[in-house]
């Protein structure tokens, strides 16, 4: 047996509550030695911290594709390791595996045929790019603005991102200009921030909404209107953001991430000034699920490395407990 230290959930903040330390524990339990056929031991490397888990502190997730977290239980999420030993055929000692369901703990034994195995060479050894740019969160930019955003390129659109500063965002606005967006502006937190969009990455403009009037800024910095709005926010931005878009312009509806400490449905209803501007207009305003398009994740993957290696796709600063400029928030173990 060995000891492995694991992050149990200690209690659920509350549907209407903001989430803090406490309801998270770390203790340290035993591992087995012996595994069975087809199990693999693997040592974690990677864990991805995402907004949805929010929803997964709650008794009900309110989500039909997400399972509660239970009280004292280990918590899971997106995470990559390395197989310490197996006895599952198509996996080996030393191969590099990904889950979306990885247990927050130093080590685990999984059932290997639900563990899919990643190439390195992929991302020139940058593992957690798996869970970043290479993969759900650069599937959800890809996809949701191919699928929803409808750009075409020279149709001189231009493309508004809530929540820039995030994993999903930093990406989007880039992929927005890829894709043929002749304009792209990032709303986010900070001064710091919305320099390093237009600085580092590309953006044409950038509004630091704790700070400016949205509104006013998008109307100076959008003279043409918005076309497409790769919305991860929702809330008061997203609402000045739709009050400001053209006729049948489109809404990439990622996430809401403004409401998820409170008792809401996913997605919420726009205001109804809003919605009606939304009608009026022939906004489209879709739900949008990555994990409904599972069959496109190879090729997407794919693409998404090959705009990291050629440079045209910047990947956010990674670093541990949260405190990071932009970009994914990945929490590094066994390293
Ligand atoms: N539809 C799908 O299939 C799918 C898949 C993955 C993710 N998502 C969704 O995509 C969204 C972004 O995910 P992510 O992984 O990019 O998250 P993330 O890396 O945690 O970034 C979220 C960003 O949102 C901003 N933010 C946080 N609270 C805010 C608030 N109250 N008002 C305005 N901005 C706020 C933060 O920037 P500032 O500090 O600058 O405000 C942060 O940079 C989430 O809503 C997530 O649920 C959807």
Redesign the pocket.
């Known amino acids: 047996m060995v000891i492995i230290q694991r992050v149990v959930l200690n209690s659920r903040p509350g549907k209407n509550g903001v989430p803090v330390a406490e309801n998270f524990r770390m203790e340290e339990v035993t591992c087995p030695d012996i595994i069975t056929e087809g199990q693999v031991k693997v040592r974690t490397l990677y864990l991805s ?4 888990m929010r929803s997964r502190m709650n008794e009900d997730t309110g989500r039909d594709y997400f399972i509660p977290w239970q009280l004292s239980e280990v918590v899971d999420g997106g995470g990559i390791g390395v197989v310490d030993y197996s006895k599952y055929a198509n996996l080996s000692t030393g191969d590099i595996v990904g889950f979306f369901n990885w247990p927050w703990q130093t080590k685990a034994i999984l059932d290997g045929k639900l563990l899919q195995k990643l190439d390195p060479q992929l991302v020139d050894g940058h593992l957690s790019h798996f869970l970043g740019a290479a993969g ?2 650069g599937l ?1 930019s890809l996809l ?1 603005i191919k699928d929803k955003g409808h750009v075409i390129p020279g149709a001189n659109q231009t493309m508004v991102v ?9 990406l989007a606005g880039q992929i927005g200009r890829l894709e043929g967006c002749s304009r792209v502006v990032g ?4 001064d710091e ?1 919305c320099s390093i969009f237009v600085s580092e990455m590309g953006f044409d403009a950038a509004i630091n ?2 700070k400016e009037n949205v509104s006013e800024q998008l109307h100076k910095l959008c003279p043409t209107g918005v076309d497409v709005y790769f919305d ?2 929702g ?1 008061d ?1 997203s609402d000045a953001v739709v009050s400001q878009m053209n006729s049948n312009s489109h809404i990439i ?6 409401q ?1 400490n409170k008792d809401v449905p996913f997605p919420p209803p726009l205001p109804p000034a809003v919605e009606e501007i939304r009608k009026a207009r022939n906004i489209t305003r879709e739900r ?4 409904n398009y599972m069959d496109k994740q190879a090729a997407s993957i794919l693409q998404l490395c090959h705009w990291i290696k050629e440079g045209k796709l910047k990947v956010g600063t990674e670093s541990i407990h949260f405190s990071y400029r ?4 990945i929490v590094i173990l066994n390293k």
């Open positions: 911290v995402d907004p949805y759900i969160t959800t949701g809530s929540g820039a500063a995030g994993a999903c965002g930093s709303i986010c937190g900070t921030k909404y704790k991860n926010v809330g931005i509806l990622c996430g809401q991430i403004s998820y949008f699920l990555v994990l932009w970009g994914k928030s």
